[in-house]
């Protein structure tokens, strides 16, 4: 396996404040290539501790059985995925736009692109069977765009086991705290899915395992309204 181009660091420093919300937030960002081709990398020190830590706190108490697509315009609560998720709204917290913008950010692509963020929470024996993060084409016409990147940050380390396991690739890996597993799933957008990422979040044989999920577009993202 080779370096994501070379190892790079990055420092920043933001200064967050909004109604109860007030913190500076410093950190540094260091890439790897963990797997080449096709790529994933780890970012290391993606979320400070405390961001972490206050994503889980605004989400533990609004956790709700995860879902997964079905068929061309559905979601459901299924049993390939049994951990339970907290949707946080974009313009909701100003911390966590933040954290959406910095996805963008590492693609160079506008915020409109950013899904709506959602944390997860597994507990001991769930787990989200082999899967892919991109629709399949005939969910095309009603989603309006492709998944085309994925970002996996790690919001706590006191569990057991819970990897992130790609099935064809043989490979699973589970980073610490605050770290971000970064994939491409469609580079390039509609067309170019990459049907070698299949994916499964492995179940914790002990502790919380949390986790926050951030999905890129290949275009404008158009919330779906609520019922």
């Not at 390939?80 to 996805?103: H, L, M, N, P």
Request: glycine content about 6%; hydrophobic content about 30%.
């Amino acid at each position: 396996m080779k370096p994501f181009i070379k190892e790079t660091c990055r420092s920043e420093k933001f200064d967050c404040k909004k109604k109860e919300e007030s913190y500076t937030q410093v950190f540094e960002e260091s890439y790897t290539q963990v797997f080449e081709d096709p790529s994933i990398v780890l970012i290391k020190n993606f979320l400070s501790d405390e961001e972490c830590n206050k994503l889980i706190e605004i989400s533990k108490n609004n956790l709700k059985p995860s879902m997964i697509c079905i068929g061309k315009d559905k979601v459901a609560v299924h049993p390939t995925r049994t951990s339970k998720t907290s949707v946080i709204d974009i313009g909701k917290y100003e911390f966590a736009d933040q954290i959406g913008r910095r996805a963008c950010d590492v693609l160079k692509v506008d915020y409109s692109y950013l899904e709506t963020i959602q944390v997860v929470c597994y507990e001991i024996g769930q787990l989200f069977k082999p899967h892919y993060d991109y629709f399949p084409k005939e969910r095309i016409e009603f989603e309006k765009s492709q998944r085309t990147d994925t970002f996996f940050i790690y919001l706590n380390e006191d569990f057991t086991d819970g990897e992130t396991e790609f099935k064809k690739l043989d490979f699973k890996i589970r980073g610490n705290k605050g770290d971000a597993l970064w994939w491409r799933n469609a580079p390039g957008g509609l067309g170019n899915e990459d049907d070698r990422l299949l994916h499964a979040g492995l179940p914790p044989s002990y502790g919380q395992k949390w986790g926050c999920n951030i999905l890129i577009r290949d275009q404008a993202y158009i919330p779906k309204k609520k019922h």
